[in-house]
């Protein structure tokens, strides 16, 4: 089943039937004033942060209620409905609609009794409000007269668990105001002999605003249980029915903003209005409605701008292949999708509350990898701020806080780290996601200065960002396990596996032999000999140790336990084939041939399902080791045998790496939302964007999805299509272009921005091969092998590749 399509040339999905099988949502705004909306108007927004700055009301784990509705109610027949389907939810054979997630907005069209409504929400570029833009036409042959009411229910505290749980304190801390054209919600309000957003005996006043424009207020409300009615629910507020509300205000209980404005419209007529929301003191809130006098217009322009910035951000790479769900993928929502989870972390959605106080290190990272091709200036605030994080003895902090203070933090070693975040010891691959992200970088930009930038570690000292690197090799050879590979320490990239000091894990082995190959690219660069002398010993001893202790028959093993267990071997009952260490063999450069494509054919015979890999199998459950948390899972989810999305981007880079072009693309495809557009039911996430896991095929939901958006799936995807499947491989001096695409492309496109230069990529592949390159041609000249050197690009440089 479909609910909907992309539409390519918008960057627009559009959902057509809007009972979708879960609230498929879009992000509006930063995490400055960040806004989640459904498309069914559910969601929540906040400033700052998600747990801590919550300023609208969500029901997590629930139906997608309340959210930023609009009523539409006809005065003479005294029906009404809603801008979005729900919640009123007018039956559809009435009542037409359609959503359309754009980038960095979203737009609602229903039809329904000759009325047409066009519900823009949006957040202005680099503003922290919100503006829920309604644009009315009477479609029918005669005059109506509509009342609209425009309903936001704020928190009755900043803290949202405070505002669902602390009843007791919440609701009496919280009052609203009427004045002219706007509510003003208050916490704190008894405190408002202090000035707005000044602390009092550690409470804060604080000031929210819901506002109309572009028509009069003719009657409102500022209370919840007023606004409903009693038994009452969002489908039919009682103020809505009688198309005229109360006027009572928020005294304790629950405050909310309830705004109504009559308006009359002669047939073919359109009329603009806008509800805005922030978090502003009364006088900011009078300058930012004021903005709005004329709606129509000044909405018109934000949302120009929103598209512009975001269709621009996107552009600079493009590419034209014959498969559509690659294309919209690549072009428009894998890539926006890695920018929500650079720009968002996992700071919130509809799984993610706000509560994690700070950015996971090895996510954050990672999520870098993502955009290096698409915004490398914005990669490298965060790669500094990333490396500012990283403790003088070279591993990462855990989580890395909102206000991190580079220089003056304390660390997993201090018990005051510890209680505020949570975690208490180092986990073993943290700093070593630094070096692919670093290398991507340095070859993307070609500002190889940055090398030499100094740059403060997280606790104290400072060093450039080659000694980081250096500090990260440090951090794992000064932890090695008895068998002389990296300990597992608290977690590897698996959260689920808790090797300890003494266990090995085979994951981080692979890591660090990557590692050290790509430090001693910079090492070279720097003519550091003697250090490069250092890595060539110790990465040919580390390569040895994983061949003996790691290959086993058609596989590579995931590590050993404390006790010094095999993880993974072939012969164990449960999890003795992992997907993770196969693919890292292969980028890693440990795998010989050989081995990289017996462990990628054990793979795709053992853990190749038609929606992707799992990530090991079988799933625990008798014979789980003491680390192995992931049996807690139900079998078939999440780390215990789930298809972890992550993951794919993986074994679509390995696959790529070996030339294998059919396979890549085989797994691109079996996980890919826009690929499983016809198949909503059964994946249920939002068809457009990546989720963290798909239930395996020892779950009875097995294909079902979960935990949209906020993921590293969108950035090792993006790297395995890219780098992989499309082979855009630059490096220090230039860009190595290897595709390894399916047989039946017989040609693609593709426009890269590098280094100033516009590229325009044409690659041909006349006789159905995988991958390969009979010729490269760079504005006519025939180039060595598959290699542009950065000097032979002009401003304008026409490539043309031939596969065979
Ligand atoms: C989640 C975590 C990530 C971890 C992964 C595997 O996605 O955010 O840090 O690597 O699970 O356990």
Redesign the pocket.
């Known amino acids: 089943m479909k609910y909907g399509y992309f539409d390519d040339t918008k960057r627009e999905y559009v959902i057509t039937r809007p009972d979708t099988p879960a609230p498929w949502a879009n992000y509006l705004g930063s995490p400055e004033y960040g806004a989640l909306i459904s498309n069914n108007a559910g969601g929540y927004s906040f400033a700052k942060s998600g747990a801590n700055g919550r300023i609208l009301r969500y029901i997590f784990n629930q139906f997608d209620q309340p959210g930023r509705y609009m009523y539409i109610r006809d005065n003479k027949t005294q029906d009404y409905w809603s801008a979005s389907w729900q919640p009123v939810g007018k039956d559809l054979e009435a009542y037409k609609s359609e959503c359309h997630h754009g980038t960095a907005y979203t737009k609602m069209l229903a039809d329904y009794s000759g009325i047409h409504s066009e519900a823009l929400y949006y957040v202005p570029l680099d503003q922290t409000y919100e503006v829920w833009n309604l644009r009315l036409t009477n479609q029918s042959a005669e005059d109506r007269e509509l009342t609209v009411t425009g309903y936001a229910e704020f928190t009755n505290n900043n803290n949202y668990e405070q505002d669902q749980i602390n009843l007791q304190y919440s609701q009496f801390i919280t009052r609203t105001e009427f004045h002219e054209n706007r509510i003003r919600h208050v916490i704190h309000g008894n405190l408002d002999w202090a000035k707005e957003g000044e602390e009092v005996d550690d409470e804060l006043v604080i000031d929210r605003f819901f506002a109309l424009t572009g028509a009069t207020v003719d009657s409102y409300c500022g209370d919840r249980e007023e606004f409903l009615g009693r038994y009452h629910g969002y489908n039919n507020p009682q103020g809505v029915e009688k198309g005229q509300l109360s006027g009572e205000m928020c005294y304790n209980q629950n405050g909310c903003g309830a705004l109504s404005t009559v308006i009359r419209l002669k047939p073919n007529e359109t009329k603009d209005i806008a509800f805005l929301v922030g978090m502003k003191g009364n006088k900011e809130a009078k300058e930012i409605i004021v903005k709005y006098e004329n709606t129509t217009q000044q909405c018109e322009k934000e949302l120009n701008e929103l598209i512009t910035y975001w269709h621009g951000r996107l552009s600079h790479f493009q590419v034209q292949t014959p498969s559509a769900e690659f294309n919209t993928m690549i072009n428009t929502w894998n890539a926006y999708n890695c920018f929500i989870t650079f720009i968002w972390s996992?700071a919130a959605s509809f799984f993610y509350c706000g509560l994690r106080n700070g950015y996971?290190y090895?996510?954050t990272v990672q999520d870098i990898q993502g955009i290096i091709h698409l915004a490398p200036e914005m990669a490298l605030e965060k790669i500094r701020f990333m490396l500012s994080a990283q403790v003088d003895n070279g591993g990462g902090l855990p989580l890395v806080k909102f206000n991190h203070n580079a220089g003056h933090e304390d660390t997993p070693e201090d018990a005051s780290y510890v209680k505020e975040t949570g975690h208490p010891e180092y986990r073993a691959d943290d700093a070593l996601w630094l070096f692919p992200t670093v290398y991507k970088y340095l070859a993307e930009s070609g500002n190889m200065e940055f090398l030499d930038e100094v740059i403060p570690f997280a606790n104290k000292d400072e060093g450039t960002v080659y000694e980081h690197l250096k500090r990260a090799i440090d951090f794992s050879m000064n932890r090695l396990g008895v068998h002389g590979m990296p300990a597992g320490l608290y977690?590897d990239?698996?959260?689920?596996l808790r090797l300890g000091k003494n266990g090995e894990s085979a994951f981080v082995a692979l890591q660090f032999y990557y590692a050290m190959d790509i430090i001693k690219r910079c090492a070279e660069y720097k003519k550091d000999t003697q250090y490069g002398i250092y890595l060539d010993e110790k990465k040919n001893m580390l390569g040895k140790i994983i061949n003996e202790c790691c290959w086993n028959e058609d596989r590579f093993i995931r590590g050993y336990t404390q006790t010094g267990e095999i993880i993974g071997c072939k012969t164990d009952p449960e999890a003795n084939m992992w997907l993770n260490p196969q693919s890292w063999a292969v980028i890693s450069g440990l795998a010989s041939e050989e081995q990289a494509d017996t462990a990628l054919d054990t793979v795709y015979q053992r853990l190749n399902t038609e929606y992707g890999a799992i990530l090991m199998d079988p799933p625990y459950y008798k014979h789980a080791f003491e680390g192995a948390l992931a049996v807690i899972y139900n079998a078939g989810s999440k780390?215990n045998a789930g298809i972890?999305s992550?993951s794919q981007g993986w074994i679509i880079l390995a696959e790529a790496l070996r030339g294998h072009g059919d396979r890549a693309f085989t797994y691109f495809m079996e996980n890919a939302p826009a690929a499983q557009n016809e198949k909503a039911d059964i994946r249920k996430l939002e068809p457009y964007c990546y989720g963290?896991f798909t239930e395996g095929k020892d779950s009875p939901h097995f294909g079902r999805s979960h935990v949209h958006w906020l993921?590293?799936t969108a950035s090792t995807i993006m790297v395995g299509c890219v780098e992989g499947i499309l082979g855009m491989r630059p490096d220090f001096s230039g860009l190595c272009i290897s595709p390894s695409i399916p047989k039946e492309w017989d040609t693609f496109t593709a426009k890269k921005e590098f280094r100033g230069k516009h590229l325009h990529i044409q690659v041909y592949n006349h006789n159905q091969k995988e991958s390969g390159c009979v010729e490269l041609l760079v504005n006519g000249e025939a180039m060595k092998g598959n290699y542009i050197p950065f000097e032979k690009m002009t401003e304008n440089t026409d490539i043309v590749l031939t596969i065979s």
């Open positions: 996992r996971g090895r996510d977690a990239w698996n959260d689920c780390e972890f992550q963290q993921t590293g």
